[in-house]
DNA sequence: AATGAATGAGACTTCATTCAT
DNA sequence: TATGAATGAAGTCTCATTCAT
């Protein structure tokens, strides 16, 4: 039965994660040691080593799952009728950061300040970020294209430079959120439409 | 060598914070050991021990002088005869970020980075990174304010959530210029223009 | 080496705590290091670690195992049909200390001079050589009190002085013996028998 | 002028003593740290090195110095017209060493407990400890043969023997007054009186 | 002679990982 | 397959002593 046993796996790690991402939230990824990993996930030592081969490993895997929220947020850019403005699709963005950091199981943009520390020492974690954060952008692109064809931003500029301020804006928010705690979708919203072009 | 003149400790004490920053630059602040520390510093353990008396000292301080670089910007932002806009704050900001990045003595954007992940599970570390960002979010509340004054910018809307977005666009870049680097001023400033108003 | 009992857990502690009162006796509490613990133990530094979370605590486990041997003169105090004198206790006691002295193991007494010392900067050594050598003299008030019914002492002094007194010549032999070497249970009767009333 | 210089020469070994005379009493001989002699003594490292060649040396000193207080006794044991019993003498060299103990420069039977220990390990404190111990127990010999002469003591048994016990009597006086501090010379000339002869 | 910053060996402790059961 | 005690390299920090000034 080895689809019953690879869904066993599956969860198991999930499972490893999640206790791994508990102690990420409160400790970030050093201060976190196997010993806290491995009581918090309930299983032992031995277990948790049979389903990752390393600590990195481990640290590789919240990372990933954590940057890997991102993906939700993309069906939502898509999913509206209307074409999304910027402006539109960055409230969208911030609106979706505020609620997976609520989900239940921690805030995971704790966990993504994290990872971006650490991707600056770690060639795969900073890959893993990378190719996330370049498809958030790549969605932007489009908005910006779409934004161009309708005359409301500039069609001479590169729509990718478009892109990266888009993106740009969403590592301050989360920022701010964590370490002033002033900012919330509202906050940012007003100011965006106060900045912004539309 | 008795009688050492307090220029002389504090020299010593920049001597040692630059010997940890090029740790910090390369490893990060929690694989840099205290060996690597008094290697790179040329000192003894002893001797900087009698500079700070812990590691989590030294990271503070090694947080805090990167931190301050910021400080070096707000004589930009003032320096300039016509009131600066929104736009061109965010575009000096921008510029500032890479001089400094560029500076002798290593890229202090990546200590930065680091500074934001420890932040969150150091207090001392997430007051001054609080302190140091919120000088500068004043500085673009200013900005705003006059922006409002000129008509440029609503003036419905608070100047305060204004300088949020506005600073909340400075993390992004230094992000992606270490992340994904394929930003610039450059870059930026094209897309800063086609975004925002003026 | 999963599924140790208690037994083998106390078995360990005792190990180490042996390992420890070995090295104590050559170098002193503080003149013995983890490392000769760690050697003398036949374990490793992990494992040591694993029974015991501080060299104090060793230390503390030391002292104990140490000042705890006196609890086996109880039994022989009390296994006499007659009740015994003060100068037939003391004559015990002395003979005890000397027999604990020359058990396999090492000369306790000597860690309890460790003891005694150590007890002056650290609470709960205190605490412990004070409950130990309490109980002690709580014995020989009794042993003072049956004296007084006899006629043999004074009913009118506090049996609590005269124990004081008896506890107080056991320091002095067990120092003598140590440190200068001419004394042995036969001078010692000898010297008693000669000052004490009968 | 040498003897102004020798004068000043152990006017200032005296005060470095005094100072590591009040550290060991808090700490104990080990916890003590030349840092901590040094600041007490108002002095430089340098200077303090300069009157001891080591810390051994100096912790010798401190505990010679504070053995050496015994010597005040013996002016007392020979001072009265009458020739001391037995029980006179003890009771004096209980009252004695409080008298020592709540001298200015702290509590010196602190002092010496902590040399105890340190005789076990160190011969030259040990030889100090032995022979300032066999002088009083000298005393103690004369005081013992004399009562043989006068009847109170079975002169058939060695004087050294019932020197042994008296002197045996003052460490555990010494002891629980430090450890559980319900002693004093009152309750110990109630106790002695019980149990001696006279 | 005095100063006190500097030295560096060595102390205590942690923790990622293994492997006998 | 699961367990968790054991390992030991490596980390942080201390402190007796020296020596340039």
Redesign the pocket.
């Known amino acids: 039965m080895p689809k019953v046993t690879e869904e066993h796996r599956l969860a ?1 790690r999930a499972q490893i994660v999640a206790a791994g991402r508990a102690c990420v939230i409160e400790q970030g990824f ?9 009581r918090e996930s309930g ?8 389903y990752f ?5 481990i640290v590789g895997a919240i990372a990933e799952d954590a940057l890997g929220t991102i993906h939700q947020l993309f069906d939502k850019l898509l999913a509206t009728e209307e074409p999304l403005t910027p402006l539109a699709a960055l409230e969208a963005t911030i609106e979706h950061v505020v609620e997976i950091a609520q989900a239940p199981g921690g805030d995971v943009t704790r966990v993504a300040v994290q990872a971006w520390a650490e991707a600056l020492r770690n060639d795969s974690i900073r890959d893993v970020a990378r190719g996330k954060y370049c498809q958030l952008r790549d969605h932007f692109v489009d908005i910006a294209r779409r934004a161009q064809a309708d005359g409301t931003v500039d069609p001479d500029v590169p729509a990718e430079y478009v892109a990266q301020v888009m993106f740009g804006m969403v590592p301050g928010f989360v920022l701010q959120r964590l370490m002033i705690g002033d900012v919330s979708p509202a906050t940012y919203r007003a100011g965006l439409r106060a900045l912004l072009r539309d």
């Not at 299983?43 to 049979?50: K, R």
């Not at 081969?53 to 490993?57: I, T, W, Y």
């Open positions: 198991r050093h201060k976190t040691t196997m010993a806290d990993v491995i299983l032992s030592a031995g277990a948790v080593y049979g081969k390393s600590k990195e490993e």
